[in-house]
């Protein structure tokens, strides 16, 4: 096949990619009283809703620190802008936040927020402290549920009910700040627990990428939330052609869920490698433009007794990722009601690890974190349903 033609075929994938995202788009930014929510527009977006009331793009640099740097959610607290155009801007806009709808704390204090978006639909976040230093993780969504059906997840066991917008993604992130109190201090003393981003909560990041991209976009913007890049990962299943385009454009941390490293385990475990099938996916992580010595790929690999976890499998890993700046995650399958899988054997997983290791191959084995509240890797589900009305509606209505 010739090169242009594999352009075409992958052109035209990534339109259906990005139609499903359409067909799956999360409801309208505005409220019902008509308020727009800030929250979740880019800077120019920004400044075009400011310029519709008279007002001047300079504006637009001062609400942006407010609402990502300072993290205000009320005008009125806004100090550099004047009493009447604070009260102009509360009768247009609001700034948002998914509330939450219940929070657990697991005796590991790993804590899990359900978070409960405008329309009612629900999704889960994980914020996961590091042991050993002051800082952590938290694990964003990027859909409510998933499209993906992963035999060994939880969250592959919910349909998908719809993908999540810009709001709502980086809306996650604010919010765990709100419940850690991270935002500047009038002292300048701001602590940094939240300190990294893991794109690996419910849904599949690169089957919303759009949303994706604005929400870390937003993240990333020096004069707000300021998180760099190096410190956000996004966690794919293997969308082959959008993990270039992730690459190029974002620049984040690439998260490989492989799994297995036969195509006919990894079409039962994985159901997207019938469509991309393994040499496929690898490839595209060869030519992921973000990967360096420095910056390493990530593989992510569920040790499950008796499926995926003998010497012959670590081998074939190890000749698979050959030459590719990564590490390999290994994962203790974390158990789910009415799930079949059985974790591997502690003696499987250190040879398992010590194979990889003895290959040059960093193999941390995954401490699991928030089981006792299934917050761990693969235990997330809510309970949001997508109505057959619902649906409909949503296949004839434009993307916010």
Partial sequence: ?????????????????????????????????????????????????????GEKPFRAKQLWHWIYHQGVTDFSRMSSIA?????????RFVIGRPEAATVQTSEDATRKFLFRF???????????????????AVCISSQVGCTLSCRFCHTGTQALVRNLGAAEIVGQFMAARDAYGEWPSPKGETPRLLSTIVLMGMGEPLYNYENVAKAMTIVMDNEGIALSRRRITLSTSGVVPMVERCGSELGVN???SL???????????????RKYPIAELIAACRRYPAASNARRITFE??????????????RELVRLIAGIPAKVNLIPF?????????????????????????????SPVRSPRGQDILAACGQLRTASRRSRDEGESRRSRPAA
Avoid: C
């Fill in 1 to 53: 096949m010739s090169g242009s033609l594999t352009a075409e075929l992958t052109e035209v994938e990534r339109d259906r990619i990005l139609a499903k995202s359409v067909l799956f788009a999360p409801p309208p930014a505005r409220l019902a009283d008509g308020r727009r929510d800030l929250v979740g527009l880019s800077r120019a977006e920004l400044a075009a809703e400011l310029a519709e009331i």
């Fill in 83 to 91: 009493r009447p155009l604070q009260e102009k801007l509360a009768e």
């Fill in 118 to 136: 405008r329309d009612g639909q629900e999704a889960e976040t994980v914020y996961i402290p590091d042991r050993e230093e002051d800082r952590g």
């Fill in 254 to 256: 690439l998260a490989v």
């Fill in 259 to 273: 799994h297995a490293v036969r195509d006919e385990l990894r079409d039962e475990l994985v159901p997207l490698n």
């Fill in 301 to 314: 690999y569920i040790m499950l007794r008796g499926v995926n976890d003998t010497p012959a499998d670590a």
């Fill in 334 to 362: 974390n158990p789910w009601p009415g799930s079949r899988f059985e974790v591997s054997t502690k003696a499987a997983i250190d040879r398992f690890a010590g194979i990889v290791m003895d290959a040059g191959f960093s």
